[in-house]
């Protein structure tokens, strides 16, 4: 059974910081790795997708990569913002689509 | 409208009453899903539709039924619901269930009280 684990599940960062937000997988047989945003109380927006043969992606000032041998997934953000403060999830998906692992997320707050 | 559109928001219900969560996408895609969040835990899946048939059922409670007229509009009927199924749900889309890049797209979520 696939789990999905996130660390730290918080982390508090200056303004300007860059930082790095794990998830780990015990299944590498993924077909793909997606990163979101969830906002309180509100809905889940995705950031990045990589596929399984993918090694990383990029949007702006974030980049998402993959290494499924050691089984995991780093989200890198750059020059954080108080707007970047939210809960970030990455959700594995393996064999059908319905086979998607969710982690808990990592709560993140950007101080001014 | 774009994207995932979830209503109500907002949902306060007795034990005994019947009502509905409705979920529509305007992406043009095949799939829609169910999710639950609950505090402290990954979100669950509950059911999936591809192209309006159900294709997974993750043993949820028979008190909620999904319903899948079709493939842009999602329903969850709900009925004796207990205190412990009080949570954020969440409806979602992809492209189609078995192929394609798996991408999910999140509605807001309707946040769900049982009194």
């Known amino acids: 059974k696939q789990e999905v684990t996130q660390i730290p599940a918080a982390l508090s960062v200056p303004e300007g910081e860059n930082l790095v937000l794990n998830c780990s997988f015990t299944d590498s047989a993924i077909y793909n790795l997606q990163w979101f945003r969830q906002d309180p109380g509100k809905g889940l927006t995705s950031l990045l997708l990589i596929q399984s043969s993918q090694r990383e992606q990029t949007s702006g000032r974030l980049n998402a990569s993959l290494d499924k041998s050691s089984g995991r997934s780093t989200l890198y953000i750059a020059a954080s913002q108080p707007g970047d403060s939210a809960t970030y999830l990455c959700a594995a998906l393996a064999g059908g689509y319905q086979k998607v692992t969710f982690g808990t997320g990592t709560k993140l707050q950007v101080i001014p | ?115």
């Open chain 2, 1 to 115: 409208e774009t994207g995932v559109t979830q209503t109500p928001r907002h949902l306060v219900m007795g034990m005994t009453n019947k009502k509905s969560l409705k979920c529509e996408q305007h992406l043009g895609h095949n799939a829609m899903y169910w999710y639950k969040q609950s505090a402290k835990k990954p979100l669950e899946l509950m059911f999936v539709y591809n192209f309006k048939e159900q294709t997974e059922n993750n043993s949820v409670p028979s008190r909620f039924s999904p319903e899948c007229p079709n493939s842009s509009h999602l329903f969850l009927h709900l009925h004796t619901l207990q205190p412990e199924d009080s949570a954020l749900y969440l409806c979602a889309s992809s492209q189609e269930a078995l192929a394609g890049t798996g991408e999910l797209f999140f509605g807001e979520g309707s946040r769900l009280t049982v009194l």
